[in-house]
């Protein structure tokens, strides 16, 4: 390993020893870009690694907010601004009771590469609460909501900082959060958050963008190796919007999901879920209890394994983990390995283990794409939605769509041929965090250190 990386690593453990998550992806990405920076020796003189894995800032405040019984409530908000030299940052806000300081700092560092291998003009950011919007009523996630903001307004705006959603935020807590930024600031800053719904100046396909931009990067990978998603069959874990995403445009383009799993366990559906009948009847399940996916089992009379999760199973093309962080960990990584399925293709943000992930890269039969490319769709159109809002116009579904499309190419593209550039091979990985970085460190490079 090049001394610079390993000094820079050390150093964030040190540093950072109570952030598992942070300190994880940190040495993923870190761990990549060896020849990039044997390449470059002028970027240890400029510190530019330790200022990389230094947020620029760091905010985290009180909410209080009461619940429907009158009961007060305190939570912690956050928001990770991590780095804006190439554009305002931009990154989704998270809702769940597991978060803290190391998740939103893992998620901002890798919102930064991911959003830089866009070729958008935006930095990077995450934040989010320690709120989980679960079980809550309406009401209560409405006053939340409107408590984050009270604090959060004077951090962000649409020259600033535009966040979006995440996990347990979706469009109805953008809403919300950004009627209550509306009222405060007395302006119609449409693109100080993204994620709005289309009548309130939101981007037409933002729901299902992640999705869609997943499955068009599955084509790309499926293309180089002189194969198409018709009668494809994938295995994959989550059924949230990003899921949900991914089985409409799989079930559109000819293939079929077979498998998903949830919090409870998985579901084996040979036909696939396909038609409006069962993707409807997903976000019906969903909006009921995102806890369980067994219902679907009920409805369609498939099978249902309890407490299992579907990685290992053989009789798909295409594993898509899109669920939640370390999903997939060494002992699933060995079952994947096992199957002899030669697709392995991240979704949700860090899904694997470091050590899974090196182990599933070096098996010759698998293809492996790393989810900070795999799920740029979604920022990506947060951007055109900034794009938009700025132009005060809509553009149509098919204009978007196009975008899309075009962006998630140039990504696989970019990937492919930095990795090539370094001698690397077909290295998806690898490649996606060198073009993100080269990305980033070209901006910081030319506007001097601050
Ligand atoms: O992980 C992600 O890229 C997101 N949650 C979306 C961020 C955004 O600004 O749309």
Redesign the pocket.
Known sequence: MNAYIERVLAETKAKNANEPEFLQTVEEVLSSLEPVINAHPEYEKACLLERMVEPERTIEFRVVWMDDNLQYHVNRGYRVQYNAALGPY???L?FASNVNLSIIKF?GF??TF??ALTCLP?GGA?GGSDFSPIGRSDGEVMRFCQAFMTEFHRHIGQDID??????GVGGREVGYLYGQYRRIVGAAEFGAM??KAVCTGGSIL?PEA?GFGAVYYLREVLKHDGKGIEGLRVAMSGYGNVGWGIMKKIDELGGKVTYFAGPDGYIHDPDGVCGEEKLNFILEMRAKDPMHCKPYADKFGVEFVEGQKCWGVKDVDVYMPAATQNDVNMEWAKKIAESGVPYYIEVG?MPTTNDALAFLMEQKHLTVAPSKAV??C??S???LEMAQNAQRIYWTAEEVDAKMEAIMKNIYDASVEAAERYGLGYNLVAGANIAGFQKVADAMMAQGIF
Do not use: F
């Open positions: 931009k990154g989704g998270r998620l890798e919102q991911k959003d935006i995450k535009c966040p979006a959603g995440d996990v993204s994620g933002r992640t943000n799920n740029a979604g920022v159109v947060s951007e």
